[in-house]
């Protein structure tokens, strides 16, 4: 027994008051036992300030023994494999008692595209939205094989400079262009997707290629099976070209390779996470692609690059194959160089696999025709009045409102719920700790790129200290929010918002509360262009619908596009 220890023993053998013909070895064991507690007094004491809370000294001796048994149980827990795949028991629904839906399925009624002639120079299309390369290979004025290597020589002389690929599908890419061109010569023509190229954000899975995450740690990374959202792009006769870049777990723009860049302006980055997608779209590298969102990753992007990017309904898309970020917050959507293409994507994409069981069976029933004079449309008044970085942006969004009013469309203000929206994204933060949990106490978190206090790596950490039942309040408010703004919607069918390519949101801003709150409930968004500074930098306006409201949404969206030309400029690449 070393000094140390036998003081302590001897200290508690007389604090006791017990005689001295007590056997020693009843007294060691106890001892033992008030050493092995990891977690002391003066522990749960400093705890509480971390949880808001305060307990009396007696309290506390009751909370001891069950705190210090809690670490056992954790660490039998944590002895159970949790893959980033395994779902959590607890489903987040978007339905609210009370919603309807149509149910009816109605055939596709697409916009008519006129008469297309192939160009002397086939690089001339790459900016072309999927509606008009559709036609080319429909026709077979162009064959996909073709198509497809155009887009591949472009991905390659681009990703250099503006780093959104991380594989580029050579072998894959011909051989499915090869398949669709013998199918449409032959007859078998899928639809609109059939031989157009797209690009896949790196968090989606391919069998035979890797899967990055965009994170050092998962560089290496392949799984054996296909994501849903690639086994029905195939099924459309889509032609993968390239895995795109992500920021590192699906946060920002920075991955393990560099930094993605904006076509319109190299020298900043593309915003995140679905960073990948959005530069090769805007740059005329793949004909659409694929992001994801959990707090704004479709549409920051999408407005940092000029795109038009869609975030459908929470449980429109299969996330099955896809990495998990946030279980009740994620969502996987198109982004486009038109507001129809998304249509065409969502309508291949949508709908529930037997395999993630958050994906509904409401259909989409995409009419491009419809009379937009009819439908219910607001506008987020309290954000448009926002002062903005730009004037010129201000312009541009009021300038929106005025087209649509000299459209016929009747526009009604509407305001914000009254919640603490910001606070409400913990529930993101809690639950991105828990997809990462083994990574974070195996200390993987170490290798991620980025190690500032806004980065995941340090959100990881700070999010261990979320106490559970807090946790469970949030959700509980989180459904509080959802009822209010499903009393805002009530009198609307789509509502339009100014928007900023922040990334993350700034919590003091209402143009960016407006991305936060609609992830929150569940409610699509599609950003769409409508001007340019004078600098040439595009800027972009959000129309946002009810949950499973994509087909109004996008009507109204596809309607104004049409009556601008603002889709029609691109960025030059030397």
């Given amino acids: 027994m070393n000094p140390e220890t036998r003081r302590r023993f001897l200290a508690y053998f007389s604090g006791a008051g017990l005689s001295s013909t007590l056997l020693p070895g009843v007294l060691w064991t106890q001892l033992e036992a008030q050493q092995a507690q990891r977690i002391t007094p003066e522990m749960l004491k400093a705890a509480e300030q971390i949880a808001g809370l305060e307990f009396t000294d007696a309290q506390r001796e009751l909370l001891l023994s069950d705190v210090n048994d809690h670490l056992s149980h954790y660490e039998h827990l944590r002895k159970i494999p949790l893959a980033n795949d395994v779902v959590s028991c607890l489903r987040f629904s978007p339905v609210l008692p009370g919603m309807t839906f149509d149910r009816t399925r109605r055939p596709m009624r697409m916009s008519k595209v006129a008469a297309i002639e192939r160009p002397k120079d086939l690089e001339e299309v790459a900016f072309w939205p999927a509606t008009q390369l559709a036609q080319l290979v429909r026709t077979r004025r162009v064959r996909s094989a073709e198509l497809t290597d155009m887009y591949l020589a472009r991905l390659k002389r681009y990703n250099g400079k503006l780093q959104f690929a991380v594989t580029i599908t050579d072998d894959l890419a011909r051989e499915q262009a090869k398949r669709a061109d013998s199918e449409i010569a032959a007859g078998r023509y899928r639809g609109p997707l059939h031989g157009i190229p797209w690009g896949a954000k790196d968090l989606i899975s391919k069998k035979g290629y890797k899967t990055t995450w965009g994170a050092v740690a998962f560089q290496n990374q392949s799984f054996d099976y296909d994501a849903t959202i690639v086994h029905r792009l195939e099924e459309a006769g889509a032609v993968l070209v390239a895995k795109l870049t992500t920021g590192e777990l699906a946060g920002g723009d920075t991955w393990f390779g560099g930094k993605t860049k904006n076509p319109w302006k190299v020298d900043e980055g593309a915003s995140g996470s679905s960073a990948g997608p959005a530069s090769a779209t805007a740059a005329g590298?793949?004909?659409?692609?694929?992001?994801?969102?959990?707090?704004?990753?479709?549409?920051?992007?999408?407005?940092?690059?000029?795109?038009?990017?869609?975030?459908?309904?929470?449980?429109?898309?299969?996330?099955?194959?896809?990495?998990?970020?946030?279980?009740?917050?994620?969502?996987?959507?198109?982004?486009?160089?038109?507001?129809?293409?998304?249509?065409?994507?969502?309508?291949?994409?949508?709908?529930?696999?037997?395999?993630?069981?958050?994906?509904?069976?409401?259909?989409?029933?995409?009419?491009?025709?419809?009379?937009?004079?009819?439908?219910?449309?607001?506008?987020?008044?309290?954000?448009?009045?926002?002062?903005?970085?730009?004037?010129?942006?201000?312009?541009?969004?009021?300038?929106?409102?005025?087209?649509?009013?000299?459209?016929?469309?009747?526009?009604?203000?509407?305001?914000?719920?009254?919640?603490?929206?910001?606070?409400?994204?913990?529930?993101?933060?809690?639950?991105?700790?828990?997809?990462?949990?083994?990574?974070?106490?195996?200390?993987?978190?170490?290798?991620?790129?980025?190690?500032?206090?806004?980065?995941?790596?340090?959100?990881?950490?700070?999010?261990?200290?979320?106490?559970?039942?807090?946790?469970?309040?949030?959700?509980?408010?989180?459904?509080?929010?959802?009822?209010?703004?499903?009393?805002?919607?009530?009198?609307?069918?789509?509502?339009?918002?100014?928007?900023?390519?922040?990334?993350?949101?700034?919590?003091?801003?209402?143009?960016?509360?407006?991305?936060?709150?609609?992830?929150?409930?569940?409610?699509?968004?599609?950003?769409v262009r409508n001007g340019f500074t004078a600098s040439g930098i595009p800027t972009s306006i959000t129309f946002t619908g009810r949950v499973y409201g994509e087909a109004e949404m996008l009507a109204l969206a596809h309607a104004y596009q049409a009556a601008t030309n603002w889709h029609l400029k691109h960025p030059e690449l030397s």
């Fill in 285 to 527: 590298c793949v004909g659409f692609s694929i992001g994801t969102e959990t707090g704004g990753s479709i549409v920051a992007p999408s407005t940092r690059c000029g795109v038009y990017g869609m975030r459908p309904s929470f449980g429109r898309i299969s996330r099955y194959g896809v990495m998990t970020l946030a279980w009740s917050l994620d969502k996987a959507g198109p982004i486009c160089r038109s507001v129809e293409d998304c249509a065409l994507v969502l309508n291949a994409l949508q709908g529930p696999d037997g395999k993630d069981l958050t994906a509904t069976d409401v259909p989409f029933n995409w009419d491009a025709t419809i009379d937009i004079r009819k439908l219910r449309v607001g506008y987020l008044k309290a954000a448009f009045d926002e002062p903005r970085p730009s004037n010129e942006e201000a312009t541009n969004d009021a300038a929106a409102l005025d087209q649509l009013r000299g459209m016929g469309v009747n526009l009604k203000p509407i305001d914000f719920p009254n919640y603490p929206i910001e606070d409400l994204m913990r529930i993101m933060e809690v639950e991105f700790s828990a997809a990462f949990d083994e990574f974070t106490r195996t200390h993987k978190d170490d290798t991620m790129v980025r190690q500032d206090k806004e980065s995941d790596a340090n959100l990881y950490r700070i999010n261990r200290f979320v106490p559970a039942v807090e946790y469970i309040q949030t959700t509980r408010a989180r459904t509080l929010l959802m009822e209010a703004m499903a009393r805002t919607m009530a009198d609307v069918d789509v509502y339009l918002a100014p928007i900023t390519s922040h990334h993350p949101p700034k919590p003091d801003s209402i143009l960016d509360l407006n991305t936060t709150l609609t992830n929150l409930t569940g409610q699509p968004t599609v950003v």
